[in-house]
């Protein structure tokens, strides 16, 4: 009865959380000129909805298959996890590996070494497999050892208890990955549209944005937002009801991920653990090396556009040019770390600041539940031609791109840590006469700690795709701009090589906030002692 | 049709860190074949650790257990043995009707609707068939494992306080089925426990066990007639044997007692 009056309320807020949102940006489009929702319809009336339907269709035609396909072998990897447990880290560093790919940066290769559809789907499944990857994991690590141990005192297989309990416990973890790998797939897809397509709303966002047209690059971003939007909701009401007997509990990519990364650290000994991580990185880098050189024999496409890691090891070392590329390289480099440092700043402080905001004045929450959810169901990144259009093409919309992308995960990780916060541990700060920010400083920010980490490092390599984007797309300059620079003047070879330097970078930042996270947390236990 | 089990010397050791805790230290029984013996002892004695070890669940560091002259786990492997575990351990997405059928499943077996929805009757839940886990209460959860524990007519029972979040009347009516059940068909059970009035009535034997090693200290003997009922509860002999188990079991509870202010 309660929790039924709980629902209507919970669903009233939506609404009035909706209808305040729509009101809040026709005013907003009154004030300023821009379009407001009433000219986003009359642009659906004029165009005619089936620009924009078809356009969605033919984008969902390439995400769907990459999405399917992805967790399809997110879940074979993950089991295959779960049987070999020794092969788990190994395994779990080839999924970081995918997920520190920036979709700009190998999209230009997939270009040249697949056809058709091929490298949208690929994108797609780029970008969903890592999400997958952790869910599937995670789920099957759920189950409570009791479970299994029941399974095997009535007589059954590992097998049986595979089959009768740790997938079925998997399947709330299997659904949040699903729910929320929907929209990262549509933006897969939608890079590779950027990219080059003949349809999709990717290429009708492109082309809208290079025309300056405003309402529709307006329309086709709502559009693209509207289907996965749909694709979230559809997905969230059939795991809800593939899991009535589990609590509704979203997955928190960023603490998951870390859960199971610290999950193998801890069952070595530190110098064992580092060496047992040495040897992974390399076997990944190995892994990576033999996937390129693989998929090229593979692919059959020509040496000249597709080169090997070896081709790419003497261009760079070249004996008359080799220094001066690399300095090239390096100084692109340099420009792209300081804008996705923007970026970050940008976001973390946005985060962090508006998630103590609302524990200082709750109702500020509420109102942000709305956006959040929305921006969780929305291929972010593919905002990016409409932001360029909102606000041009300066160093504002490199902070902006950022920004963006980073909020999203840092606001909700963090918001959820405060939201756990012990009921006693604050009790025990009011009894003592502490305020609301005593409890903050106290207890609640040094606990939100680790997963403001967990929440920057899945954000960085994000960060990375959102910052080269920002720069092909706008600023015209750092590596994002120079890789599909390198694709028009034909010059393979530092394709390649950007790719691979950028791919190596975003690992090696995924991999330094660990260590970052270490001394911070070695730091403030020795101010503590 | 129950089968007899011999313990021999059995001692299992953790590792915690650094420490070592000595779970159980040169256990000795011997039970008979269909007989019930009730284990109890203090928490953390190491009744959970000897009944997974009963279950093939574990392995001891040190002796042997022998159920009919055979390994645990061969009888585990051929689906004879039936548990019931202290955490009702229900699985949550499964309905309390396909929780019971769970190890007729593993088994590789059917059975009569008749005779599962003679078992839900028998512990009280109709009506409940559909329910799921999360909407029973804690004594209804106990009662489907016990419920679960049976349904694949197992020929050793081991019970982790299967009553203990049940209230007086409900345990009362259950520890009467259990003893029905077992007139029909004499499954050896072993039944953990804390209450000694719960040990003394079901029992044949009572185990009394002492921590800090955990250990068997004394098997009493439980000489009440069959079939006992609400008057045996009553009867002199019942509380001389009641009395007798608190007693040796406070005497090796000297710590335990001096740590909580208990005067000796
Ligand atoms: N898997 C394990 N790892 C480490 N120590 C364990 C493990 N299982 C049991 N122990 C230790 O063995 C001892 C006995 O535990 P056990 O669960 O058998 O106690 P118990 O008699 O069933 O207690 P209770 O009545 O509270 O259920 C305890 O000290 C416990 O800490
Ligand atoms: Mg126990």
């Not at chain 1, 009791?146 to 208890?161: D, P, R």
């Not at chain 2, 004594?139 to 020929?155: D, E, F, K, N, Y």
């Not at chain 2, 098997?219 to 006992?228: C, E, G, Q, S």
Request: net charge positive; with cysteine; charged share 15%.
């Amino acid at each position: 009865m309660s929790s039924l009056r709980q629902g209507g309320r919970a669903e009233l807020l939506w609404a009035v959380n909706f209808v305040a949102i729509l009101l809040l940006w026709q005013c907003v489009g009154f004030a300023t000129g821009l379009p407001g929702p009433i000219a986003v319809v009359h642009r659906l009336k004029v165009d005619g909805p089936e620009l924009y339907w078809n356009a969605g269709l033919s984008t969902l035609r390439c995400a769907l298959p990459g999405w399917v396909g992805a967790s399809a072998v997110a879940a074979v990897c993950a089991m295959v996890a779960t049987v070999w447990p020794v092969l788990a880290p190994g395994i779990f560093q080839l999924g970081v590996m995918s997920y520190c790919l920036p979709s700009l940066a190998i999209g230009p290769v997939l270009m040249i070494v697949l056809d058709g559809d091929g490298p949208r789907i690929v994108l797609a499944a780029l970008a969903s497999f890592f999400t997958m990857l952790v869910g599937t994991m995670t789920g099957l690590r759920a189950c409570p050892p009791f479970q299994t141990m029941l399974v095997t005192a009535f007589g059954g297989t590992s097998w049986q208890a595979l089959f009768k309990v740790r997938l079925r416990a998997a399947v709330p973890s299997w659904f949040a990955a699903l729910r929320i790998s929907a929209p990262a797939s549509l933006l897969g897809a939608m890079i590779g549209e950027f990219l080059g397509a003949e349809h999709g709303l990717g290429v009708l966002l492109i082309n809208a944005q290079q025309s300056l047209d405003l309402s529709r690059t307006l329309t086709v971003t709502l559009t693209s937002a509207a289907f996965a939007g749909v694709l979230y909701g559809v997905v969230g009401i059939a795991g809800h009801m593939c899991t009535r007997w589990a609590r509704d509990m979203p997955l928190n990519l960023a603490r998951e991920s870390e859960a199971l990364r610290v999950g193998w650290a801890n069952t070595a000994q530190r110098t064992e653990a580092a060496l047992l991580a040495a040897g992974r990185v390399i076997a990944a880098v190995m892994v990576a090396l033999g996937a390129w050189w693989l998929a090229l024999r593979l692919s059959g496409v020509t040496p000249y556009v597709g080169r090997s890691p070896l081709d790419v090891l003497h261009y760079l070392t070249d004996r008359t040019d080799g220094a001066a590329r690399i300095g090239e390289i390096v100084r692109e480099l340099g420009t792209t770390l300081l804008d996705m440092a923007a970026g970050l700043t940008g976001g973390i402080g946005a985060g962090l600041g508006l998630a103590v905001l609302s524990q200082i004045w709750p109702p500020l929450h509420r109102l942000l539940a709305g956006p959040v959810f929305i921006m969780q169901a929305m291929p972010l990144v593919a905002t990016t031609p409409l932001l360029i259009l909102l606000f041009g093409r300066g160093e504002a919309i490199v902070v902006i791109v950022g920004a963006i992308v980073t909020f999203f995960p840092i606001f909700v990780s963090v918001s959820q840590s405060f939201a756990l916060t012990p009921r006693s541990a604050l009790d025990l700060i009011a009894a003592n006469g502490g305020g609301r920010l005593a409890a903050l400083r106290k207890v609640q920010v040094p606990a939100a700690l680790p997963s403001l980490f967990a929440a920057l490092r899945i954000t960085v390599p994000l960060s990375m795709t959102g910052a080269l984007i920002a720069e092909w797309l706008a600023t015209g300059r750092g590596t994002g701009y120079m890789l599909l620079n390198a694709v028009s003047m034909s010059d393979y070879d530092g394709l390649w090589a950007r790719v691979a330097v950028t791919t190596t970078v975003s690992m090696v930042l995924y991999g330094l906030i660990g260590w970052i996270e270490l001394a911070v947390g070695r730091a403030l236990t020795a101010g503590r002692a | 049709m129950g089968a007899a089990i011999a313990v021999r010397g059995v001692t299992r050791t953790f590792t915690l860190g650094a420490r070592s805790v000595v779970a159980l230290e040169a256990v000795n029984l011997e039970i008979p074949a269909g007989t019930l013996v009730s284990l109890l002892g203090p928490s953390g004695c190491g009744k959970s650790t000897l009944l997974r070890l009963f279950a093939g669940l574990d392995k001891p560091d040190g002796g042997s257990i022998l159920i009919d002259g055979g390994d645990p786990n061969e009888l585990r492997a051929s689906h004879r043995i039936g548990v019931a575990f202290q955490d009702s351990s229900l699985l949550p997405w499964r309905s309390v009707w396909s929780n019971i059928c769970l190890p007729l499943e593993l088994a590789g077996r059917t059975a009569e609707r008749a005779d599962i929805q003679g078992l839900i009757d028998m512990v009280g839940l109709s009506g409940f068939e559909n329910a799921l886990p999360a909407q029973l209460s804690g004594g209804m959860r106990q009662r489907v494992a016990i419920a679960r524990a049976l349904v694949a007519t197992p020929s050793v029972l081991l019970l982790d306080e299967p009553f203990g979040a049940l209230d007086e009347v409900v345990r009362l009516h259950l520890h009467l089925e259990l003893q029905r059940i077992r007139a029909a068909r004499p499954v050896t059970t072993l039944l953990v426990t804390h209450t000694v009035s719960e040990a003394v009535f079901l029992s044949d034997q009572v185990v009394v066990m002492a921590s800090r090693p955990g250990r068997a200290v004394r098997t009493i003997a439980v000489d009440l007639p069959y079939p006992r009922t609400p008057a045996t509860l009553r009867s002199a002999r019942f509380h001389e044997l009641c009395d007798l188990c608190s007693e040796v079991l406070f005497s090796h509870a000297s710590g335990m007692a001096a740590s909580t202010g208990v005067q000796e």
